[in-house]
């Protein structure tokens, strides 16, 4: 339940801040190319720091820079800070959108290590579902950003630092083995607390 939550707040925020660019004060046209071209270091990025970093902690630090970067995007709506914040809110949305583009990556990764083999199909296709309901609420949400710019910004960054959040409570996965079956995973936990408790 915990990862679904995860995948659909992940998917929400993703699909958001991409279509969210109507509500800066800037081109359009420019927003989307910029955001375009910034998922590609981003899928690199994410990939150099899944061989270094806790799978948990990376999840979690991407949702809650791209929350944290929306909820700083509001401080430059409806034109505060002229030309220049023009550009700083578009600066600051481009960090946002690849630390959104970061998290969606490695959603999938660590969905596939958090479940044993005989349910990681099920599982797996759970999140993606989940994935796919952001997706699908997020062009709602966005559309309220043309009746309040603020209330879009505010949404879409609370419901990724509240995904980032979430994803703290799910087990590490690095360097752990795929199990077969839940009963050996929930073996390997037990034993693994055993461990952890003894002195």
């Excluded at 929400?12 to 910034?38: D, G, H, M, R, T």
């Excluded at 820079?65 to 509001?74: D, F, Q, R």
């Excluded at 550009?87 to 290590?113: K, N, P, R």
């Amino acid at each position: 339940m915990k990862a679904m939550i995860v995948g659909f707040g992940v998917g929400y925020v993703y699909y958001a801040v991409q279509l969210n660019v109507e509500n800066l004060n800037f081109s359009k046209y420019l927003s989307v190319a910029i955001n375009a071209l910034l998922e590609i270091p981003a899928v690199f990025i994410g990939s150099f720091l899944l061989v270094f970093m806790n799978r948990r902690l990376l999840l979690s630090l991407s949702c809650i820079l791209a929350g944290s970067s929306c909820l700083l995007c509001i401080i430059f709506t409806n034109g505060n800070g002229g030309t220049i914040g023009n550009w700083i809110q578009l600066g600051i949305e481009g960090f946002g959108f690849m630390a959104a583009s970061v998290a969606f990556d490695i959603t999938f990764v660590y969905c596939i290590e958090l479940f044993p083999t005989n349910v990681r199909n099920f599982a797996v296709s759970l999140m993606r579902q989940a994935l796919v309901l952001g997706d699908a609420v997020a062009p709602l949400l966005v559309v309220l950003g043309r009746l309040s710019t603020t209330f879009s910004f505010m949404v879409i960054g609370g419901l990724s630092i509240l995904s980032g959040l979430v994803s703290l409570w799910l087990p590490e996965t690095k360097n752990t083995p795929l199990f077969d079956t839940l009963e050996q995973q929930e073996k390997e936990e037990k034993l693994g607390s055993h461990e952890i408790s003894s002195p």
